[in-house]
């Protein structure tokens, strides 16, 4: 037992992505030990050990085949690759995970005068993701002085540190309650699923298992199971208005000739315009239900 091969998985401890990270992993089936203080935690059901760092840590534990998996977000790891060196330049990105949504955008004090970006020529701009901001003045032949913060660089116009800034924004409060505006969006990032180059084969087959159920998570989070009642005239305007099902079960209806049970898994969203149009094509007695698990 002492010697069975883990694999080794890089998550934020606190912050943005870290629970909903966290959760990922126990709808995948693997349960992680209570205590969360501890750097490592490791899973019960699973060979995986779960590291629990500081974001911008992670792109390096993985660089370094501390873990060969990690989640964080695209921002982190595209900056960190941007800032080149090419340490980083194996890393892959495998899957983007639907949350932690953010955008790396320039925003400028109400009293700005922004035309384009070329409003930034020879202007000063604070940041802590130098990189990419280099590389995205660099590719619109801008030149500007760039200022790198580690935290609070909203507050870099207001005392005269910057003329302007590019910061993560997500909900747009903290711009808003520093009275600074968004122009323009340099990426949009959100939590990606992240791997090395995996040599062992053993663990090799370990993260495609894990790759795997989270393929399976996030697409049976996103898809709901429909059933209905529809005239067998309309059937194929029903099936049209099914969003990205596939091939749908149609059953008979005990003593009825006229109407047939539909059932479908739905991968898109299903929302009341959907269940409107079904229904105005004759459907009636509508389900739609959430799917727990999906492997095909
Ligand atoms: C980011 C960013 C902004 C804030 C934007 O910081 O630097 O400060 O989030 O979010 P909002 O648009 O919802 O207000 P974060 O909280 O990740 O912490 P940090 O700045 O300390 O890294
Ligand atoms: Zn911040």
Same mark, same amino acid.
């Given at each position: 037992m002492s010697d069975e091969k883990r694999l080794k998985i890089a998550i934020q401890k606190s912050g943005r992505l870290a629970d909903m990270s966290i959760q990922l992993l126990e709808k995948c089936g693997i349960s992680l030990a209570? #205590?969360?203080? +501890?750097l490592l935690c490791r899973a019960q059901n699973f060979p995986l050990d779960i590291f629990l760092v500081r974001d911008d840590d992670i792109p390096a534990f993985l660089a370094t085949d501390v873990c060969q998996l990690g989640i964080l977000g695209q921002n982190g790891l595209l900056e960190k690759q941007a800032l080149g060196n090419g340490k980083f330049a194996g890393l892959r990105q495998l899957l983007p995970l639907g949350y932690g949504k953010c955008r790396l955008s320039i925003a400028v004090p109400h009293d700005f005068d922004y035309q384009s970006i070329s409003s930034l020529k020879g202007k000063v701009i604070a940041t802590s993701y130098k990189g990419l901001l280099a590389q995205y003045l660099a590719d619109h032949k801008i030149d500007a002085d760039i200022v790198t913060m580690q935290g609070a660089v909203e507050v870099a116009p207001r005392t005269h540190l910057a003329d302007v800034i590019c910061d993560l924004v997500s909900t747009g409060s903290t711009l808003a309650s520093n009275g600074l505006v968004e122009k323009d969006i340099i990426l949009e990032s959100q939590a990606v699923l992240v791997s090395n180059q995996i040599d062992d084969p053993d663990i090799a087959a370990l993260a495609e298992k894990v790759t795997s159920r989270i393929k399976a998570v996030l697409r049976a989070e996103n898809s709901r199971y429909i059933m209905l009642n529809s005239p067998i005239d309309s059937l194929d305007a029903i099936k049209a208005v099914?969003?990205? #099902? +596939?091939s749908p079960t149609v059953m008979p209806l005990q003593g009825r000739d006229d109407m047939v049970a539909v059932h479908a898994v739905c991968e898109e969203g299903v929302f009341w315009d959907t269940m409107e149009d079904l229904k105005a094509n004759g459907a009636n007695s509508i389900l739609v239900v959430p799917i727990e698990k999906m492997l095909d």
């Open positions: 209570k #205590s969360r203080d +501890q099914l969003p990205g #099902s +596939q």
